[in-house]
């Protein structure tokens, strides 16, 4: 945890010293009563929280914002829908590395139930979402859904973004290659489901106006395959304005 993320609402409260934002004040950073550490405001300013008094089950801040965070990358991730474990980890890797907003949709080869999941249903994924941004040092948070069809998701990109899907099976170019010295700003990448896009999916993400690409002959797991995807992205394409 690089960064102690608070909702605004919290700081007008004692922390718990159950919540684990608490336990990491204290044993991680090993505060003491006067001590600041780093904090922010979830899509929030930057600061430093001080540490005022440690009680019996409570601690009581205060907060003090420094700076805004730069904007998020302008990269959205269209991603067929996965399995909840899949999806956590997705979830707070994407948010570490950067990424606009995460469109997790139902394609030819989802599994429609994944869906249903008390990942989404029960708020479970902000949690991921907001471990990412604290890895990142970041206050800033993706827009996340999980009930878009794929053939809404491809209605959604502006209509300047550079849009490319990674397929192993039938790419025409080496995502590297078409990232290269080129300005994909905004971009968005669409990765098909764990067991890959179907016929129909490639059908509308040609139609859309997608370049199919690879990561090169080996075939990754989707997180893994996100990661890679991203680390080009943002390694390769230069910023708008350059």
């Known amino acids: ?67 805004e965070p730069p904007p998020l990358p302008p990269v ?14 997705l979830l707070r890797d994407a948010t570490t590395l950067g990424v606009a907003a995460i469109h997790l949709v139902a394609t030819e080869r989802a599994d429609p139930n994944y869906a249903a999941a008390t990942l989404w249903t029960s708020g479970e994924w902000r949690r991921h979402v907001l471990a ?10 993706p827009k996340i859904t999980w009930t878009h069809t794929l053939a809404s998701a491809l209605r959604a990109p502006p209509p300047d973004a550079a849009r490319l899907a990674l397929d192993n099976y039938e790419a025409s170019s080496p995502l590297a290659s078409v990232l290269a ?34 990561l090169g002959e080996r075939v990754l797991r989707l997180e893994t395959a ?9 390694g390769l394409a230069l910023p708008s304005g350059r």
């Open 1 to 67: 945890m690089n960064l102690v993320l608070f909702e605004a609402e919290e700081l007008v409260a004692p922390l718990p010293l159950a919540d684990p934002r608490a336990q990491h004040v204290l044993k991680v950073l090993r505060r003491s009563p006067g001590e600041t550490f780093v904090a922010g405001l979830v899509d929030g300013p930057l600061g430093d929280a001080t540490l005022l008094t440690v009680g019996s089950d409570a601690l009581t801040l205060a907060f003090a914002p420094t700076r």
């Open 76 to 89: 959205t991730l269209i991603v067929g829908l996965p399995r909840p474990q899949t999806a956590r980890d």
């Open 132 to 141: 990412g941004a604290a890895q990142a040092c970041d206050t800033r948070l």
């Open 181 to 214: 010295g080129q300005r994909m700003n905004p971009l968005t990448l669409a990765f098909g489901p764990e067991r890959g896009w179907g016929a129909a999916d490639r059908n509308a993400l040609r139609a859309a106006g997608f370049t199919l690409c690879s």
């Open 226 to 234: 996100v990661t890679a995807a991203l680390a080009l992205t943002h």
